[in-house]
């Protein structure tokens, strides 16, 4: 009689704590998700502006601003990657599970990141332009990577994805 309210009690424990992991998993990649979308969104604003020497509507302030937050969202997501959230098998995120196969890789590429983003932070609020194409092509290569690398794409969202991290900033990139 005691065996099967143990299992009861057991399996009751085991299933909260797998559904609280799966909740918890959900909200991960969903502030992933959201964070990821606003540097995109970010980085497609302040590529124009490293491209033309021309004065624009979008200037120096905002491409500050816009730096400094693409450096904050990835502080921000750098531990937004707990193993809970590897719900890649159940097509709730579009990281593939080599996220948590090769963490070190994967911290190494997202460290490129923030160091590139911070770089190009400085640079931008120094007014070094050449400095800031630098950072911003280091960025793109190490968003590109780590996206090759770890991300599922849709064939729909590839030619936008390699757009942006392709052309003029790998021509003088140094790492």
Same mark, same amino acid.
């Given at each position: 009689m005691f065996?099967? @309210?143990?299992?009861?009690?057991?399996?009751?424990?085991?299933?909260?704590t797998?559904?609280?992991?799966?909740?918890?998993g959900?909200?991960?990649i969903?502030? #992933?998700?959201?964070?990821?979308?606003g540097?995109?969104?970010?980085?497609?604003?302040?590529?124009? *502006?490293?491209?033309?020497d021309e004065n624009?509507e979008?200037g120096?302030e905002?491409?500050?601003?816009?730096?400094q937050?693409?450096?904050l969202l990835?502080?921000q997501t750098l531990? @937004?990657?707990?193993?809970y959230?590897?719900?890649s098998?159940?097509?709730?995120?579009?990281a593939?599970?080599a996220?948590?196969?090769?963490?070190e *890789?994967?911290?190494?590429?997202?460290?490129?990141a923030l160091?590139s983003?911070k770089n @190009?932070?400085?640079?931008?609020?120094k007014?070094?332009?050449e400095?800031?194409?630098?950072a911003m092509?280091n @960025?793109?290569?190490?968003?590109?990577?780590c996206h090759s690398?770890? #991300?599922?794409?849709l064939?729909?969202d590839?030619?936008?994805?390699?757009?942006?991290w392709?052309?003029? *900033?790998?021509e003088n990139?140094?790492?």
């Open positions: 065996k099967p @309210l143990i299992l009861f009690i057991s399996l009751v424990f085991v299933s909260q797998i559904g609280s992991d799966f909740n918890k959900i909200e991960t969903e502030l #992933r998700k959201s964070a990821m979308q540097m995109w969104l970010r980085i497609k604003r302040l590529s124009p *502006y490293l491209d033309v624009l979008y120096p905002l491409a500050q601003q816009d730096a937050d693409i450096s990835l502080e531990d @937004l990657w707990p193993s959230s590897n719900l098998t159940k097509n709730y995120t579009n593939t599970p996220v948590w196969v090769l963490p *890789y994967f911290n190494k590429l997202y460290n490129q160091i983003s @190009l932070e400085n640079n931008l609020s007014g070094d332009f400095a800031s194409e630098k092509c @960025l793109g290569n190490a968003c590109g990577t690398s770890f #991300r599922r794409l064939t729909s590839l030619a936008n994805e390699v757009s942006a392709s052309g003029k *900033y790998l990139c140094s790492n």
